[in-house]
């Protein structure tokens, strides 16, 4: 599989979890930025509520502790 899905799939990357076009959410880079590709990255709906609107680094250190 490709680096963002196969084009039917993706995985979350945050757990890894697989996902399809009804489960993917797009999870922004910086908070409140831009919907453009270099801000956001696939997630799954959990993955992308528990890190909410941690600042970058802030989320770094978070999935690091996971």
């Not at 963002?4 to 489960?23: I, P, S």
């Not at 999870?27 to 970058?56: F, M, T």
């Amino acid at each position: 599989m490709a680096a963002y899905g196969d084009g039917c799939n993706v995985t979350c990357v945050h757990c890894g979890a697989l996902l399809n076009f009804a489960t993917v959410e797009a999870d922004r880079i910086v908070p409140g930025g831009p919907y453009a590709r270099h801000n956001v990255l696939p997630s799954c709906g959990p993955c992308n509520k528990r890190l909410g609107n941690l600042h970058k680094k802030a989320r770094a250190f978070k999935r690091r502790a996971s």
